[in-house]
């Protein structure tokens, strides 16, 4: 399965390093460099975004049309390559010719890609039939390839993809999923062949992944069963609560969509789809377009006006994920955010509690932010500069030294800090496919805070906890920043967390344990289900075996950016 790109001797000509550009660095002569570093600054004066490193080779005969165009040191484009969007390469990466690179891709290290292949970051529209294809939105996700990633001839890769690092594809491939770390994949579609590396360690990752698909198994054949249990037949003609004998709320309606749809493909029993879209859709306010909380009695309250009302602001994000889980939409837009201005917009990010208490603060962007996605995707109703204010108030403000909003404090340590940043980092960067700057950094801060044994010990685990150390290291996973460390602890918490499921029952908010046993918090329920469902995903995809468990999140949780800035 290899495509050529030896760095054997083969008499020059006017095109061989076009064609043939590994002979680049051993062949080339002085003018041969000048003409090369001519093309480069030329390409970079018309595109003040690219940047090359040291004795890269761009041919002059490649299509380079990039937005944003990142080499590292030793890479090169070779004649007939055809590059648009967003590229970010590591060190020694080639795109040989004829290759088609195009959408927002990542590249790590060592990532060789074999003549006539195709990554294609993007995908059209089709649903509408009454609509021609090509007039329908284009929806991207982006690739990301990691480190020492060996990708032969003629392969194709889909949007969304994420190939992890040591993998290998066969040539001729044609990649719909997830390329585990360290697998060997062939075919149409691609499907792991084998593995790499010494038996040991495929060993240790065949075994967790036979848990996983275990793990699995045994969630889909109880599911039924788990949201059955928080099912209240006797209020407003059936409600979800989060766990038999508490009241019914707007998230547990929310929560049971979310796991049925994982684990069964469908809306869960006993109402219809059909029923619940109508029940969550009724529930926004037209006139705030917010989403109020409901009585014990399952009456819906009055919504209060604004966004830092803790007690409902959620609603926002899980009563329209879970509406678009179902194939809908909300009916009306945000009213409170379509009126906003840029200058409200930095007036609030600055009055929130970033020293104090940044989850909060974090809590604020992601309704925002999340306000803002429904706004834009589903009503004219986003105001001009505001989502890009966001976006501008959070680089400048972020730390550049821990790649965090706000500072630790002596009792939490970097707990609310950590947590924050998921919550804002999920509701822009993650939900709009934006780039998180610093994300060296970001992984240094939240790695030291899981070394804390009193947030990350089994007894001490919380989905919260955990779910905001799983999502910003999944998120800064394509650098390949101290990857060895980020999977050895992936691997040690999803092995706890596989021991956290309750047969027939589900998940805890807190995990169980002897020294907790009768904690409310510690009692299985629809919202600690969701939310360890989707942080086993997470670990698991860190971990490299997540193709075991079968599921993707699709909602809340959502590896994939929701829309696409720009």
Same mark, same amino acid.
């Given at each position: ?10 008499p ?12 680049y ?9 000048? %003409?090369?570093?001519?093309?480069q600054?030329a ?7 690219y %940047? ?6 761009l ?5 380079v ?8 040191a ?9 590059v648009?969007?967003t ?7 080639t ?17 060789r ?8 970051a ?6 509408d039939?009454d609509?021609?294809v090509f ?24 949007d ?6 040591g993998a ?20 149409n ?8 590396g ?5 060993s ?7 848990r996983?698909a ?10 039924e ?25 707007v998230?547990a ?12 493909g469908?809306?869960p ?18 006139e ?11 009456r ?38 379509a ?9 609030a ?8 208490d ?17 706004n ?6 986003t105001p001009d500069?505001v989502?890009?204010?966001?976006f ?15 500072q ?9 800090v950590?947590n ?6 999920r ?11 610093h ?6 801060t ?10 990350t010990?089994?007894?001490?685990q ?7 150390i799983a999502?910003p ?12 460390e ?15 499921w ?6 805890s908010? %807190? ?5 907790t046993?009768?904690?409310p ?12 469902l ?16 079968g599921y %993707? ?8 950016a929701?829309?696409r800035?720009?």
């Amino acid at each position: 399965m290899p495509h050529h790109d030896a760095a054997d001797t083969q008499p020059a000509g006017p095109d061989l390093f076009d064609y043939s550009p590994w002979h680049y660095w051993t062949q080339a002569t002085d003018d041969d460099r000048t %003409r090369q570093n001519e093309h480069q600054s030329a390409l970079c004066k018309d595109s003040p975004s690219y %940047r090359f490193g040291e004795d890269c080779f761009l041919s002059p005969l490649a299509a380079v049309q990039n937005d944003v165009l990142a080499l590292g040191a030793r890479s090169y484009i070779a004649a007939g390559a055809y590059v648009t969007g967003t590229l970010r390469a590591g060190r020694d990466c080639t795109i040989n010719p004829y290759t088609v690179v195009r959408g927002d891709i990542v590249l790590g290290d060592a990532v060789r890609i074999g003549a006539h292949t195709s990554l294609l970051a993007f995908n059209h529209g089709f649903e509408d039939p009454d609509t021609e294809v090509f007039k329908q939105p284009v929806t991207s996700n982006g690739i990301r390839i990691g480190h020492d990633v060996w990708i032969g001839s003629h392969v194709v890769i889909l949007d969304g993809i994420t190939v992890g690092d040591g993998a290998v594809v066969g040539a001729g491939s044609v990649v719909t999923k997830d390329v585990p770390a360290g697998a060997v994949v062939g075919g149409n579609p691609a499907r792991v062949l084998r593995r790499r590396g010494p038996a040991p360690a495929a060993s240790a990752a065949t075994d967790l992944a036979a848990r996983l698909a275990a793990f699995a198994d045994t969630t889909r054949a109880q599911a039924e069963d788990v949201i059955a249990r928080s099912f209240d037949s006797h209020v407003q003609g059936g409600l979800f609560v989060d766990a038999p004998g508490r009241p019914p709320t707007v998230r547990a309606q929310c929560d049971a969509i979310e796991i049925a749809d994982l684990l069964l493909g469908r809306a869960p029993a006993p109402l219809t789809g059909e029923d619940q879209i109508e029940r969550l859709r009724s529930w926004q306010d037209q006139e705030a377009g917010l989403i109020g909380a409901l009585t014990a009695e399952g009456r819906q309250l009055d919504a209060v006006d604004g966004l830092f009302d803790r007690d409902t602001a959620y609603h926002l994000l899980c009563v329209g994920y879970a509406l678009d889980l179902l194939g809908s939409r909300l009916p009306h837009p945000v009213h409170t955010v379509a009126n906003a201005t840029p200058a409200g917009v930095i007036t609030a990010l600055d009055a929130l509690p970033w020293r104090s208490d940044p989850w909060h603060a974090g809590d604020w962007v992601d309704t925002l932010g999340t306000a803002l996605l429904w706004n834009r995707l589903h009503h004219p109703a986003t105001p001009d500069g505001v989502l890009e204010t966001l976006f501008g108030w959070l680089a400048t403000h972020q730390d550049s030294s821990t790649g965090m909003w706000g500072q630790p404090s002596p009792i939490d340590g970097h707990l609310l800090v950590v947590n924050g940043f998921y919550r804002a980092s999920r509701g822009t960067y993650a939900q709009y496919g934006v780039t998180v700057p610093h994300p060296e950094r970001v992984v240094d801060t939240v790695l030291r805070h899981a070394a804390e044994p009193r947030y990350t010990a089994p007894a001490a685990q919380t989905a919260c906890n955990i779910l905001d150390i799983a999502h910003p290291l999944w998120l800064t996973r394509a650098g390949g920043h101290r990857a060895d460390e980020v999977t050895a602890l992936a691997r040690r918490l999803l092995t706890d967390a596989l021991g956290h499921w309750q047969d027939g029952r589900g998940f805890s908010f %807190r995990a169980p344990h002897p020294t907790t046993a009768g904690l409310p918090s510690t009692q299985p329920g629809l919202q600690g289900t969701e939310m360890w469902l989707a942080i086993i995903w997470y670990l698991a995809d860190l971990a490299g075996v997540a193709e075991a468990l079968g599921y %993707r999140p699709r909602g809340i949780h959502r590896p994939e950016a929701a829309t696409r800035l720009g």
